[in-house]
């Protein structure tokens, strides 16, 4: 049986994980040793990719790729119209901050699902309300 998802996971939780000079290392690497049920978008992993081929390089890109299809219990779920239009209205309300697209991918979600707590350094991801993981 799944398990029920208890937190939104976002490129930084990722990149801090992976990163052992990171800052948050040592709590993203003990959250993910024995993850809850944990859900992300398709953007995030863009954006992680991304991150490792400018950083470091393909080889390392495509490790990320790797660890990402291999992390259980992580869910992660594609980005369709009502979710990118959901988002760019979050865009819309939050036009003040320097929110990504997937920034808000991520804040829509975690509405819609009434997820409460977010794997994320950035402080962008508790607009809502929503309980980084960070400040805890």
């Known amino acids: 049986m799944a398990k029920r998802i ?16 990171d800052t948050h290392h040592p709590l993203f690497r003990r959250l993910f040793s024995e993850p809850p049920g944990i859900i992300t978008r398709t953007l995030v992993v863009a ?12 080889t390392r890109a495509l490790q990320f790729l790797s660890m990402i299809e291999d992390m259980k219990p992580l869910k992660v779920a594609s980005v369709g119209v009502a979710e990118q239009a959901g988002a760019v209205r979050l ?20 509405r819609e699902q009434k997820i409460k707590s977010c794997w ?8 809502t309300g929503v309980s980084l993981v960070i400040d805890k």
Do not use: K, N, P
Not at 92 to 110: E, F, I, K, N, P
Not at 120 to 127: A, I, N, P, V
């Open 120 to 127: 994320s350094t950035d402080f962008h991801l508790g607009l």
């Open 91 to 110: 865009l819309r309300r939050y036009s003040d901050q320097d929110l990504t697209l997937t920034d808000a991918v991520g804040l829509h979600l975690m």
């Open 6 to 21: 208890e937190a939104y996971v976002d490129t930084s939780a990722l990149i801090a994980f992976v990163d052992r000079s």
């Open 47 to 58: 954006e992680g990719h991304a991150w490792f081929l400018r950083r470091y390089d393909r």
